[in-house]
């Protein structure tokens, strides 16, 4: 059965403290892993998506990387705008799969 | 706003009332997933429709719980005779083929059984 854990599962910064969170994950062959952010009340909504290890990708603040077992969500000199929930899914399998979620962690950025 | 669209956004329901949960999927869209998310937990897929088809429907309960997606309209998920424990955010994605992912989610549906 395929796992994602993320950690930790809160994390409170001081603005412009960078930091990372992180999504480990056991799959029987991965297809893509997906970053979320999720605010209070509302959906999903989406970031990134990886596929293979030593991929990285960017946004503003935010960089994911991808290893084997595990993936990064690095995020740069944060603001209290960054605060939000962030989700970790992945897809595995072959031919359709839907996404398997970790429970998230909740980032709270303060002035 | 071409996104995911799901009304409506807050529902309440006495218990043993029937809760009606629609999805309109993005523009060009015919995959349709949906996914629960109970209080401190993750999302958790439920079924995932094509248009007229069921094709996986392994993470939906088998009692009181249904959904479709017709030809013409949008994605309905129906729970029947609900209770406190179907209290939860209900989230809808859509893709625009079989085996390319979900990315996209609408704003979710806030079911409240009292």
């Known amino acids: 059965e395929d796992q994602v854990t993320q950690s930790p599962e809160a994390l409170r910064l001081q603005e412009g403290e960078s930091s990372s969170l992180n999504c480990s994950y056991t799959?029987?062959?991965?297809?893509?892993l997906f970053w979320y952010r999720q605010d209070p009340g509302k959906g999903p909504e989406f970031l990134f998506t990886?596929?293979?290890a030593g991929e990285e990708k960017e946004k503003e603040r935010l960089k994911a990387t991808l290893t084997k077992k595990e993936s990064f969500l690095h995020i740069t000199a944060p603001k209290p705008e960054d605060s939000a929930t962030y989700l970790c899914?992945?897809?595995?399998?072959?031919?359709?799969?839907?996404?398997?979620f970790g429970k998230g962690t909740m980032l709270l950025v303060s002035p | 706003n071409a996104g995911v669209m799901q009304n409506p956004r807050h529902l309440v329901r006495r218990r043993g009332q029937e809760a009606r949960l629609r999805c309109s999927p993005m523009?060009?869209?015919?995959?349709v997933y949906w996914y629960r998310q109970l209080p401190e937990e993750g999302l958790k897929f439920m079924v995932y429709?094509?248009?007229?088809?069921?094709?996986?429907e392994s993470g939906m309960p088998k009692e009181r719980f249904s959904a479709e997606f017709p030809k013409e309209g949008p994605s309905i998920l129906r729970i029947q005779q609900v209770v406190r424990g179907d209290s939860a955010a209900y989230f809808c994605?859509?893709?625009?083929?079989?085996?390319?992912?979900?990315?996209?989610f609408g704003q979710g549906t806030r079911l409240t059984v009292v």
């Open positions: 994605a859509s893709s625009p083929a079989r085996g390319v992912p979900e990315a996209f």
């Open positions: 799959v029987s062959g991965l297809r893509g």
């Open positions: 990886l596929y293979s």
């Open positions: 899914a992945v897809q595995a399998g072959s031919g359709y799969s839907t996404l398997t």
């Open positions: 523009k060009g869209h015919s995959h």
């Open positions: 429709l094509q248009k007229e088809n069921i094709i996986d």
